[in-house]
């Protein structure tokens, strides 16, 4: 009896040390959990271009890669692009469990036409499953394969633009386009739809900077949905503009009602604070508030609001010019230069400051060098600014009508006196504001090139 029962049991272990690892390894080699395949970013790969770069990523749990390939799939014919096998995995599955596939898609090379297509990606794994062929995944995308690129039909004529100073482009696309505007002398200015009945046609305004003179580049640019871009110049005729010099003395009294405003640290041991302070908030605070600037012009109106010339502060007399390049003296010592990128406009103290234009009122409050400031967005791109105002009961997103008053004239900021700093810019360009206050350079440079867009469109 007891030799019978041991041996039942020897039996019972032996089929179990056998057959529970075999079991096992059945199991975990008949995996059936499927491999992952996706794009890194779908969204983008809508449409390709003459050459897209695309990433993949693949990843198996359980046995791991097998193979990986992918193919575009045009009028029933496959095209691959990539095939690729990984090491076989062990008998535990040692193998590859993740990749991240890079690859480059040029149509025209591999012989694939224009037009719908689909994008397809196939990833296999190690399972035993299927006869050993394992797990398979699969996904496509429909995409567009479009190389062509965007046709720029230039609308508007001859352009005379002055150095820092703003002109307009009128344009048609063949195509809809991603990005498309003008660049000039490096600077993107984009293109807006929606004015003209033909929704291809664009206006673009757009600007030098004071500092860039006849030879500058300014041409217009598209790129489509797939990435085909195009440039296109158009005749365009810089003029030269010289700014004046400018001298500022920097006095104790001056220093002392004007610095106590800023919060800016100065060394410790500095032998004149007031003085370091100064320079300090004319060079490093001015950056800080143009580069705020930038993020506040970022999302103009989508439409034109303004009408006919900007109006200026009444009864104002010119302090400074735009461009002014301005040499701060200290006890006859030069300290700090920087270019003034507006006028200043002297009235009576506290005088009532008219809006330059119908806008939207897109900043309000303390703004570092400029004090109190309003900014009005009035579309396409095209903004007035208004600085060291006493006073403005103005609110963000408030539609002025031109000649609205939109605060008082002050000090506030860095200014000596009473007065009003006003600058026009074009996106983040600071322009000369006495162009946009000038009616017959609204309608020569302006006006008469959208009037001129308009009758060769037909205006539908
Ligand atoms: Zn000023």
Redesign the pocket.
Known sequence: MKGKINLKVILIVLFGLAVIPALWILVFNLEGEKPVIEFESPTQILSIGASKDITVLASDQKKGLHKVKIEIVKDGKENVLIEKEYPKAGFFGAGVHKDTIKITIEPSKLGISEGKSLLRLSVWDYSWRRWWNGNITTIEKEINIDTKRPEIDVISGTQYVNQGGAGVEIYKLSEPCVKNGVYAGGNFFPGYSGYFPDKNIYICFYALEYDKGPGTEIYAFAVDEAGNSSKRGFNVSIKEKKFKEDSINISDSFLNAVMPQFDMTVDKNSTNPLLDKYIKVNRELRVANHNKLKELVQNPEKEILWQGAFISFPNAANK?SFADHRNYNYQGKLVDSQT?L?I?LASLAGAPIPAANKGKIAYVGDFGIYGKMVLIDHGFGIFSLY?HMSSSDVTVGQIVEKNYTIGRSGKTGLAAGDHL?FSMLVDNVFVNPLEWLDASWIVNNITSKINDAKSVSGSK
Do not use: L
């Open positions: 400074a003034h507006g200043d600085g700093h």
